[in-house]
């Protein structure tokens, strides 16, 4: 049963996960799952997230257009990425508290100097297959173990040099695709309970509120300054989380 101190902690954290999202279009499980393992654990904070991420993402693509166009283009990606991820939430029901946080924060950690500070060689055309197969098994191993899977694609894109309508329609169409396999193999590996899985449809409501609030945000802030902010934020959250696990 979840206590109503947490169900009040965790609406505020996914309006504020919301916002950040709709503001920089990236950062909803991040967010919402780093913060939420502070006072929740762990598997709870990531079953929490299937269905604000699938309420989301499903809202995103469909704004964007383009779905079959933007499918072709990285469709070995999709379905690697989904395959991998949904065998990985058998391994999520079963791993060591302190391992997830690790991991959880490293995953964090690294999407956060990525954006920060590194920035990918240039990727060839003919490397392109392996390049999606590499990327789309990276997703899909992160997914099913944190359900954070855009850290991978992110990479992908900025060495693909895709322009900025392209990055946002296919990190949309992966996100997606990914949420879908999110479901599906948490459902089959017992982490999404009756109670949780109410909770995490309630949740889609601060979290789409939270994402039209950001979107009135973008038109309003620096939009770079305010992405830069929260990469900075998701950099301590994931030192945080890491030092949790080994402390």
Request: hydrophobic share 55%; aromatic share 12%.
């Amino acid at each position: 049963m979840i206590s109503t101190e947490v169900i009040v902690y965790t609406v505020l954290v996914y309006l504020l996960a919301g916002s950040i999202k709709g503001t920089v279009g990236i950062g909803l499980p991040m967010a919402a799952i780093g913060i939420s393992s502070e006072f929740t654990d762990p598997r709870m904070a990531i079953s929490l997230v299937v269905f604000p991420v699938l309420f989301s993402n499903t809202w995103q693509v469909f704004r964007e257009g383009k779905i079959i166009q933007t499918f072709k283009s990285c469709w070995l990606y999709a379905l690697t990425m989904m395959i991998v991820l949904v065998a990985m939430t058998f391994v999520t029901a079963r791993i060591d508290t302190n391992a997830l946080l690790f991991v959880l924060g490293l995953v964090i950690f690294t999407f956060a100097v990525t954006g920060l500070w590194v920035s990918p060689p240039a990727l060839p055309d003919r490397f392109d297959s392996i390049a999606q197969f590499l990327g789309g098994s990276l997703s899909g191993v992160l997914g099913g173990l944190t359900a954070i899977w855009a850290p991978p694609i992110v990479i992908y894109l900025m060495a693909k040099r895709v322009d900025k309508d392209a990055f946002v329609r296919i990190t949309g169409v992966l996100l997606f695709l990914g949420s879908i396999s999110l479901c599906i193999g948490f459902w089959q590996a017992g982490l999404l309970t009756g109670s949780s899985t109410l909770f995490s449809i309630g949740l889609a409501v601060p979290t789409l509120l939270g994402f039209s609030i950001g979107e009135i945000l973008r038109r309003r802030l620096n939009s770079q300054r305010f992405r830069t902010l929260v990469l900075l934020f998701f950099l301590v959250m994931g030192l945080n989380l890491i030092r949790r696990s080994i402390i």
